[in-house]
């Protein structure tokens, strides 16, 4: 008899790479802090976070260098989304700040 452990459902691998892509390229692959701007070690921040129901849509994520983004985690930097910035790139357009 074998158990069978719950399957989880993250959006994680091939999928999750390609949405950070896709954050990368609306931001420009740069830190979104504009006192920082670095090009290396990016990763996704989640404004909302994914276990306060934040989801993994482009209005809550933006690109944060490894280290800045240490710095959101640990409420050193905070981050406040000020503007919204509409990208229409082949007809698909990426809201960001839209809390709607
Ligand atoms: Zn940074």
Sequence with gaps: MSFSKPHRHREEGEEYK???RRIFERDGYRCRNPFCGATTNLTVHHLKKRSQLGDDLPGNC???????H???EAHRLEIE???VVI???GGSDVRVGDSR
């Design 18 to 20: 390609k949405f950070a």
């Design 62 to 68: 933006l690109t944060l260098c490894a280290r800045c």
């Design 70 to 72: 240490d710095d959101a």
């Design 81 to 83: 989304v000020v503007d």
């Design 87 to 89: 990208k229409v790139n």
